[in-house]
């Protein structure tokens, strides 16, 4: 199983691809996650890209894709992998296309998700994070016991920056300038599925999981 998921932020693709890459016993893959990594591990690439995570830049193409042709060159992933937040341009679905040809590998299938922008908005909007342990809540899916305050840690919940109204319109632009031209790109290569991406959890996943299971 080699699969991409992909759609804008706030769509869910984080929150289904831990559940599915745990159902189907592989490893999930996020940009994020080895940025984090790298940096705590000391790697090369990861203090590469501290450097410009520090400067309050945007970590480059070759680092990126250095990191994750690291992560696909472990054993780990030889059962199979599930990417999350990469490619986000054109330009890295060719590298990853090559990393994977350099392996007699290909994806099997990339998963679109699809969902409005008012529903994203209300999604993103409503999300409220502790800074001291990292819980998540939700105003209305997941609301925290007591009025903005952790459940965990009783630390107060802020509203990240990420999830303003303003900041999510200008990260949605972003998106369909930068990202928003692989699903053509996939469509073209036969490999991708168009996901509703709307109701609660387990209807996504319920859908998402027969998506994954069809031709």
Do not use: W
Not at 97 to 123: A, G, P
Not at 204 to 214: D, H, K, N
């Amino acid at each position: 199983m080699r699969v991409i998921f992909l759609g804008p932020p706030g769509v869910g693709k984080g929150t289904q691809a831990d559940a599915i890459a745990k159902h189907f016993q592989v490893i999930k893959i996020a940009t994020g996650d080895l940025l984090r990594e790298g940096v705590a591990k000391r790697t090369a690439l990861g203090l590469k890209a501290k450097s410009f995570m520090d400067a309050g830049g945007l970590v480059p193409d070759d680092v990126v894709i250095g990191l994750i042709e690291e992560k696909l060159s472990l054993p780990e992933s030889e059962s199979g992998f599930l990417l999350d937040g990469f490619p986000r341009t054109v330009a890295q679905a060719d590298k990853l296309t090559d990393i994977l040809s350099q392996k007699s590998q290909s994806l099997n299938k990339v998963i679109y998700f699809v969902l409005s922008e008012i529903e994203i908005v209300r999604r993103l909007s409503g999300r409220r994070s502790c800074p001291k342990c990292q819980a998540v809540f939700h105003v209305e899916s997941i609301p925290p016991k007591e009025l903005n305050v952790c459940d965990f840690c009783l630390s107060d919940l802020v509203q990240r920056n990420d999830d303003m109204p303003e900041t999510i319109q200008s990260r949605l632009s972003v998106y369909k300038e930068q990202t928003a031209p692989l699903i053509e790109y996939y469509r073209g290569k036969k490999i991708l599925s168009e996901l509703d991406g709307s109701g609660d959890v387990s209807d996504v996943r319920e859908r998402l999981l027969l998506a994954l299971s069809g031709p």
